[in-house]
């Protein structure tokens, strides 16, 4: 499936309710076989949703003939519309209460369709929530609850070309709405890559990456898609603009840095110049293994304190690893992994893994330079990490309820977070189920001030109550995070589901300035209304 | 000199009109051999000012005597604060004509100070200018025009302490009055360096390098103040808060991007929590030689698109080069160095080493790895980088106007646009003062998509008329700047005196943004008037 999966056809159909294509979920004997890993789930599956079951009602709207053209009231595309594919949304198609259905789904070809459209539904009260691939796990394209009169999903993935490459500058202009192998595969004739890959690859889009400071390849040093923005063109109901492509600048306030992660309330990103990268020629990996998570903790932070910048700097804790296959003994495992486009990486992976050996680390042995990673635990993990939606949603159809939830924190307050949050979360997700809850971390960013942790949580639910548990859960999460001063999100974004951690967590300045800014550039109010801000 | 300029004692005076340490400007015999390289030139220097010629009012406010013991309305204090150290605030003081002599100067000690002063300041319509060590060159810390009622230097080098560190995420929380020496000497015995050395290093705080996004120590990858900015505590007129301590963040747009750069604007910076670094155990540098200054951007390209990150990449042209003593050949010289806390470099000098020659490159052996720069040309160009503002007010004295600028372009425009500068601002000077010019340009910060190069323009003025003749040739500067979508500034700011081309470069919902969080943040008006917006 993984191999597969880089590797889209077009026509290859993707789910309307869960995550990714629907060929590649599990079926009714893998889901029960993952259920029996979990005490207390269902006895068999629950059968997938069908939108023919839906209620789905005539649109309260209707566009002007100028914009019929762009717009469907179809019911798959208005269901497949209708919430991300956070577990909370599976769940909730899997129940048969999905989230809001649009009135209407429109797909813009180019930037003067965005901005008709945008004034359209400001004229007619119509909220906006843009959308790209549609893989937020955090409530961030959904309408949920709020008066306006009608709700329009904005599907960017029509404009999905890349317009013009820069060679000279290692830059390429690419529209909003291009999905991760769309885009890599326009770019590959030219020997660059964007090097952009989130678990959600080939199901986001560089819109949607922008939108939400997405986490892309490299654990050190350029962790987000932030620093890969040159410049980006974005339309609002009060203006449309392009920045200026610089390398660098300190001409006052980043612009481009206040849409970054604007979610879609400020404005729809519609292009960026980005910047590319040269493929890698050289590549090394290897793995440590630790008994103790603390001294695998000293061991990360050894190597992120250096200038080794690995591109991958993994560490799964025992129950990561045994999930991976990474390790079946109890051990953490961390992966290390070096390249470049410049010169060889075995020096560099010499020295990481030596720090990580002085910490108490076992293993690691220097593999030879080479473009397939050596070691056995890099391959494991990979295929792993893209299976692993595909599982959660398995074990959703057996009723469990599962929670992924990652933060960033700085390296003092990091093992007692770590710590708290195991203790904490499980022990709400088990007083409310009543039933034993596994807890799994991983740290999948890192930095020389700190780290990002990345928890996996699972429990049996009680069935039809699985969203009120999923809400104790995370509400669990939330407060220990705000607790530890952890962010509430390091790269997943705060949508709709972490926004009263987000309200706690935002200084009262920017805070003003945000409503101030929304109040400027959505007057009408019609943009992804609840994300971010009310 | 310049050895001493590292160690400064707290009594050592500073100039009131002039750049750094008084007893550190030229003689008037030093003058005077500088001016005979420049045609046209005077014959004599002009006068060191006098505080005492200048008229200077009874202040049209008193503070309330809850504020008086943070204020003064002593002459030499209100003639330092009257502007920064831009060759046009130089050439004014030398000619009698200084800008708006503000009517207070308060040095608050702590937060709640400068929280009262605000709100004093706006409930009696008094303009408040920020004010870090005054090394501004771009018209950052005067007031001009405008109809306040008073103007308020709001000095913050009382505040200069570093309050906190946390070795474990190597952070400290600074506040943000502390000039460079003061910031590193707390930080020395902890073994730690923030190792943000621009210019102005001795004569500029940490409040004033975030607030303009200062370009520091590092020619590659972390180029700017703002990638070491863990959290920022801000007072505004209508709050104060301070962001959490984060590594990095996705939770929406980031919060203290919006106040780098913001130059006094919107809230004055009072501290920040810093990321810092451990001290370089490993150095290496070389320089390498070009005849030909395409070739040469070339070199550099290639360097700053491997992986290598040097920490050190400056390409001198033939003026520059001669200028420092790098060169006497007229060659272009690039200069690299590399320098680690945690493993040898020299294998990383002696790749960029042989991409240099790859592209015409002459010279550049390795040098051994040690503490010292091993190539003369380095020594020779620090000692000279730390001189180059008291030549410049030695060249004012003797009637030269000379400007300095910055900017950054990809590397696409970058040959045409230097070509440009040099070609158009050259002619713009000659033209307008009917002299010989001096062009020359260095590259400071280098980046995978361009670079940023930084020009010394030169040329004897008509006495009296030296800022109408400043005025031209940054008015044909920002001209080219602008036709090559060149950024208006890399790191200097945009204070007043770049305003018309940050104006033009800024995109539409950008401005917007910032004018709407100006009035949310700064309803009353008071802070910096004219920087950024009006």
């Known amino acids: ?188 004739p030219h020997g660059l890559t964007l090097r952009h890959f989130p678990q959600s690859f080939e199901f986001s889009t560089l819109g ?72 890698p020629r050289h590549r090394a990996s290897a793995s440590v293994a630790f008994a103790d998570l603390h001294r695998a903790l000293d061991a990360v932070r050894a190597v992120a304190q250096s200038d080794l910048a690995p591109a991958n700097c993994r560490l799964l804790d025992a129950g990561e690893a045994r999930l991976s296959g990474a390790s079946h003994d109890g051990s953490a495992v961390l992966v290390l992994g070096f390249e470049s486009a410049t010169a060889p990486v075995d020096d560099r992976l010499a020295v990481a893994v030596d720090l990580a050996r002085a910490h108490g680390g076992r293993g690691g042995a220097s593999p030879a330079d080479g473009d397939a990673p050596a070691d056995a635990a890099v391959g494991a993990w990979r295929s792993a990490f893209l299976r692993m939606p595909y599982l959660r949603d398995g074990l959703a159809r057996m009723g469990a309820v599962v929670e992924t939830f990652e933060t960033a924190a700085t390296w003092d307050t990091l093992p007692a977070l770590i710590d708290a949050v195991r203790t904490e979360v499980g022990a709400a997700a088990e007083q409310t189920t009543g039933h034993p809850a596994t807890i799994n971390c991983r740290l999948t960013h890192v930095y020389p001030d700190g780290a990002a942790p990345y928890f996996t949580v699972a429990v049996a639910g009680r069935p039809g109550d699985e969203v009120a548990i999923w809400d104790e859960i995370k509400a669990a999460a939330t407060d220990v995070l705000h607790r530890h001063r952890a962010t509430i999100t390091h790269h997943h974004a705060v949508g709709r589901d972490h926004r009263s951690g987000y309200d706690r967590q935002r200084p009262e300045p920017f805070a003003l300035a945000l409503h101030a800014v929304k109040n400027a550039l959505d007057p009408q109010g019609i943009l992804n209304p609840g994300v971010l801000l009310d």
């Not at 909730?92 to 999905?98: I, K, N, T, V």
């Open 208 to 279: 949607g990456w922008l939108a939400t400071r997405a986490g892309g390849h490299y654990a050190t040093v350029h962790t987000h898609i932030d620093d890969f923005a040159q410049s980006l063109r974005v339309v609002t109901p009060a203006a449309a603009g392009t920045s200026w492509r610089l390398p660098a600048s300190g001409a006052g306030p980043s612009p481009d840095r206040l849409f970054l992660g604007s979610e879609g309330a400020l404005g729809v990103i519609t292009e960026a110049w980005m910047r590319l990268q040269e493929r």
């Open 1 to 188: 499936m993984p191999a597969a999966a880089l590797h889209p056809r077009a026509s290859r159909p993707r789910s309307w309710w869960g995550w990714g294509y629907a060929d590649a979920r599990l079926d009714d004997a893998e889901c029960a076989a993952l259920g029996a890993l979990l005490p207390g789930t269902l006895a068999r599956p629950l059968p997938i949703p069908r939108v023919a079951d839906l209620t789905i009602g005539r649109p309260a709207v209707t566009p002007p003939p100028s914009l019929a053209h762009l717009v469907t009231a179809e019911p798959r595309p208005r269901a497949a519309h209708a919430m991300g594919k956070a577990y909370r949304d599976v769940i909730r198609a899997l129940r048969g209460r999905p989230g809001r259905i649009p009135d209407l789904v429109a797909h813009p070809a180019g930037d003067q369709d965005v901005a008709d459209l945008l004034d359209w539904a400001g004229e007619h009260d119509v909220a906006v929530i843009p959308f790209g691939g549609g893989s937020s796990v955090v409530g961030g394209v959904e309408y949920r609850g709020g008066t306006h009169r009608a709700v329009l999903s904005l599907d960017l993935t029509a404009m999905d070309r890349v317009l013009e490459i820069d060679t000279a500058s290692r830059s390429a202009r690419i529209q909003a709405g291009a999905l991760g192998p769309a885009l890599e595969g326009q770019l590959r």
